[in-house]
């Protein structure tokens, strides 16, 4: 299993500024995956980030918007940058370790709120 | 969209009860994952069936799989209160890397 420390786990922030959300892994893991929840919906792929390479981004993201920093196997970074009100989400990281591919390991999330 | 489709949207039944949920998808995929959300926070594994799987069994849970319709059910039997969450199934491929997650089924178990 694993153990995924993710923060903050809430904040509330002003509309232009800028949010960056930690990932911490208790293990080595080779891809890391960043998912938006807006209010009463489904996960949605932002971005997957794999070490010592740029972020794989998914249609209707942009790295200008949400940059990702992958520096080590055991950390990521995602900033949600110039925030406005529908920026209003849970965001998600995970990971899958257990034998790849058979099970994604989530943090418990960092709620957004902007104002 | 991606995402594959689940219903019901949302699911009210008596504790006791068994509760189904279904999930249908779009691509050819490895495997399906069905994951458990409380209050909107992190997301729990609960059970996984592979594509050359049609039936596995965890404990209260069943789920189907049919890869020539491309859908999956959940059936959670003697359903309690504490099963009350937000239900999403999840397609992995391995010619994407993706793990694609459905719209959800929000279920209450009402004591």
């Known amino acids: 299993s694993a153990v995924i420390s993710q923060k903050p786990s809430r904040d509330i922030c002003q509309r232009g500024t800028s949010l960056t959300i930690q990932c911490q892994v208790d293990s080595q893991v080779t891809m890391m995956f960043w998912y938006r929840q807006q209010p009463g919906q489904s996960l949605t792929l932002i971005a997957t980030a794999n070490q010592g390479s740029e972020a794989t981004y998914e249609s209707g993201f942009v790295i200008d918007k949400f940059p990702i920093s992958r520096p080590n196997l055991t950390f990521s970074t995602l900033t949600v940058s110039n925030m406005s009100p529908e920026d209003s989400s849970i965001y998600l990281c995970s990971v899958d370790i257990q034998a790849p591919n058979e099970k994604l390991f989530f943090g418990s999330g960092t709620q957004l709120s902007v104002l | 969209s991606q995402q594959g489709e689940e219903d019901p949207q949302a699911l009210s039944i008596q504790e006791g009860e068994n509760a189904t949920m279904n999930c249908s998808y779009k691509?050819?995929?490895?495997?399906l994952q069905w994951y458990r959300q409380n209050s909107g926070r992190g997301l729990v594994h609960l059970i996984l069936?592979?594509?050359?799987?049609r039936e596995k069994h965890s404990g209260r849970l069943r789920v189907t799989l049919d890869t020539s319709k491309k859908s999956s059910s959940l059936l959670i039997t003697a359903s309690r209160a504490a099963d009350t969450a937000s239900y999403f199934c999840?397609?992995?491929?391995?010619?994407?890397?993706?793990?694609?997650f459905g719209t959800g089924t929000r279920l209450k178990v009402l004591a």
């Open positions: 691509t050819s995929i490895n495997n």
């Open positions: 069936i592979r594509s050359n799987e």
């Open positions: 999840a397609t992995f491929s391995s010619g994407t890397y993706k793990y694609i």
